[in-house]
């Protein structure tokens, strides 16, 4: 019973820290310092520091040869490597799902699903909630992912799914000439060709969104250095 209270205080403390270095609470390269972490989740030293091994691990933070440790930074090389994988393994998820929704028993309601998303992304993006944004787009790649039947595409994806998640933010959060609503656009195109069966163009449009994505991107990591 103490091993699960034990771990369950890792998880939290973790998904917690995680959530700050994604949202860009935490900045690229801040001192991250334990006593102050301490304080601010109410844990022990020891359930912190194991949550931040396993961010260490997933290449969120860094521990230096003092021992102090400090969220990862953000670089051009590290965006274009996440991105490029990325592109490869959603434009064949995208195409996956696209087959395999065409034949599935429901597709009425995945198409619904599909639709509500993107009505709810554009909204968002049209009164300037950007996480919202941010957060509708990833439940219509997950609905994707679900539907694609691959389970080791997705699980390829997961493994490099929290350090795309900052460049993903940097992109929207950090660049004054976001352009808002072009992923809603690009995400309608995709949903437009994976509702009418066409396979190769959902497999193409999602490639070509995500390597716009990694322009804004990499144009966004300009303005966070400055």
Same mark, same amino acid.
């Given at each position: ?40 989740? =109410?844990?022990?030293?020891?359930? %912190? @520091? #194991?949550?931040?091994? /396993? &961010?260490?691990?997933?290449?969120? +933070? ?88 691959? =389970?080791?595409?997705?699980?390829? %994806? @997961? #493994?490099?799914?929290? /350090? &795309?998640?900052?460049?993903?933010? +940097? ?56």
């Amino acid at each position: 019973m103490m091993t699960n209270k034990k771990n369950s205080t890792i998880d939290t403390v973790y998904e917690a820290i995680k959530e700050k270095i994604v949202e860009m609470a935490y900045e690229p390269n801040e001192h991250l310092i334990e006593e102050v972490l301490s304080t601010e989740f =109410q844990v022990s030293r020891t359930p %912190l @520091r #194991q949550a931040l091994y /396993r &961010l260490e691990l997933e290449g969120l +933070v860094y521990k230096k040869t003092t021992g102090r440790i400090h969220v990862a930074a953000l670089s051009k090389k590290e965006a274009e490597e996440i991105f490029y994988v990325r592109e490869i393994l959603e434009g064949l998820i995208a195409r996956l799902a696209t087959i395999h929704i065409a034949a599935h028993p429901s597709k009425e309601d995945i198409v619904h699903n599909l639709q509500d998303v993107m009505l709810l992304m554009r909204n968002a993006a049209e009164s300037g909630r950007q996480a919202d944004v941010v957060r509708y787009g990833n439940e219509f790649h997950n609905i994707l992912e679900v539907h694609s039947d691959n =389970q080791t595409a997705v699980n390829m %994806l @997961r #493994q490099i799914k929290s /350090r &795309l998640a900052r460049y993903r933010r +940097v992109g929207v959060y950090k660049d004054p000439e976001y352009p808002a609503t072009k992923p809603v656009d690009e995400h309608e195109e995709i949903m437009n060709f994976v509702t009418s069966g066409n396979a190769e163009g959902a497999e193409a449009a999602m490639r070509a969104h995500i390597m716009r994505s990694l322009q804004n991107t990499i144009q966004a990591l300009s303005y966070l250095r400055g």
